[in-house]
């Protein structure tokens, strides 16, 4: 299963590696447009990757909002490397670099509960297990029939 994974970061320009762990998720990244300004904003943008004996295996992107708030951007991880440590192991790298940024607040959206989907269920526990706990589910943030949840989670 896995060697050791390691999470590296943040840098910056790290498009042309994350692109196609976005196009081999299409159950998640599935909207074009989305993807496209997922690609512009991983390549400006903090990015954190997870490799496995060298191998690039997801990664995971940060916005900081305000000196003490970030967000999880994007986050990806091959679909044949779930549930292998690469996930973990990427926001808790986020999270030590972030911290010591200053940040006390972090912060995901993902599709949330009202729009029923088997792989966000599976999204929405990992996020959980690392620690993140929901705070709102917006049902227009993104479209009537995509609703989004707001997960939150105290770096302090």
Known sequence: MSVSIEAEGPLL?????????????PEWFGIAEANAQ???????????????????????TVKRHYPESAEVLVM????DRHRG???????????????????????VKTRGPSTPDP????TRAFYRAVGFVPLEEMLTLWSEDDAALVLVKTLG
């Open 38 to 60: 997922y690609v512009r904003d991983i390549e400006v943008l903090p990015t954190f990757i997870a490799r496995d004996g060298g191998e690039v295996v997801g990664f995971l």
């Open 85 to 107: 440590g690469a996930g973990r192991a990427l926001v808790e790298a986020s999270e030590v670099w972030l911290r010591r940024e200053g940040v006390t607040f972090l912060q």
């Open 13 to 25: 320009g790290q498009s042309v590696v994350c692109a196609p762990i976005l196009e081999g998720l």
């Open 119 to 122: 792989q966000y269920e599976r």
């Open 76 to 79: 990806g991880v091959r679909a």
